[in-house]
């Protein structure tokens, strides 16, 4: 008997599903788009990249969907990436980093102005306002952020940009979230701000984060939860991601199209290797909590039920299975994705985090568990497999014991939904 398909909807405000498009493919991105594959109606678009990637832009804007810019400041400052594709950005300065002084003065003001005039231009309803790394709370590029914040938001109403969001991102270098005093500051300075959602991207942590890790993560950023304003879990992914909007810590989460799933600041101020080939290409499997090589999934199916075990059963997803995983890997990994916020959207808040670890890990790890016992030719991929079962079951442990020892009442408010009524529903398995 084939699965019942049912909608998945909610009284609810849903949860947030924002992809990074990056320098993915974006002609493959347009095809999977217009041919109803390609799950995202909330992309994130760099600066730098969007002028060869206009036809993708234009496609997502009659989709109806949410364009959000980054500006990219951030990385255009650091040493690593000024120098990188980003830096076709109209406010980057050719040969060298931005600094905290390009934002000052009548020509940060210039600056601000083109980046209004560049977001009215391009049709985005969202900006993440231009921030820089944070690497403690003596960071002199705070208070600057916090004014830029302010002088942005005038300038999009000037250039009759009144109804686009400005969103503030916070950039953190590795340990600094869990800083409490500069968490007391920021709390203080940013209640004041014009800004609407708050986008958090903590250095070190991501979807292959260790159960004590997300616990912290979950605790650092409740911390920023008296602000009242919706908090975004930037570069993450996977359980860890989810577990951050099911604890109430975060309304939405952000990643790239099977990357970007964890943040890395520690050599921001190095300057890149020159070379270097893309990425393999990976397959997201979720009983694992990973995506896995071509060369490990064919392992895999090479055994007694491997290929059961590990295939997509979502018909809307990958009617064929394995097959349609393997053709289009980011439409599968896309949907798997927005496919598990808006499943855990379903659930009332009260009831999210008990369902988060009685349901959604508990499925990953029995399912993880029959991988893990398949008997592989390659050692390398058995490892992986065991491994990865091994941290689901210890994120369901640990996680159940934060879900029964602590108050999860109080919880990030809802995102308020700027997307058109065109963007396409998401289906599931009931």
Known sequence: ???????????????????????????????????????????????GLIFRQAGLLRAFREAGAELVLDTDVAELSSAKYFDSSLKQAPWAVAGRALSVQDFQGSMGLERISLIARFAVQHGFRTVLSPTHLIKGPRDLGLRVDFETAEKLRAALDAEGG??????????????????EHLISILVDSLKGLPIENLWVRSSGFGADATPIGIVRYIRALRELLPLSR??????????????????????????????????????????????GGGQPTRVLINALDRQLKLDQVQAIVATTNGRRLISCN???????????MLRDPKAHYCYQRRLAVDSLTSVPYARRAGHFVGRMVTEARERGRLLARLKLADPDTHKALADSCERVQRIHDVLGHFHAQNDFSEHSPPIRDRRGTSRNAVRGLS
């Open 162 to 179: 009144h109804k686009i969001t400005l969103d503030f991102p916070l950039v953190f270098a590795a340990g600094v979230l869990r800083d």
């Open 230 to 275: 919706p908090i975004i879990a930037d570069g993450v992914a996977g359980l860890a991601g989810m577990a951050a909007l099911a604890f109430g810590a975060a309304s939405g989460i952000a990643h790239g199209v099977g990357i970007h799933e964890t943040f890395k600041s520690n050599d921001w101020d190095k300057r890149r290797k020159v070379g």
């Open 314 to 324: 979502v018909p809307r997803c990958c009617p064929k299975g394995l097959e349609d």
């Open 1 to 47: 008997m084939s699965p019942k398909v049912q909608e998945l909807f909610s009284d609810q405000p849903a949860l947030g599903h924002y992809v990074r498009i990056g320098s993915t493919n974006h002609v493959q991105l347009e095809g999977l788009l217009e041919s109803g594959r390609l799950t995202v109606d909330r992309p994130v678009f760099d600066a």
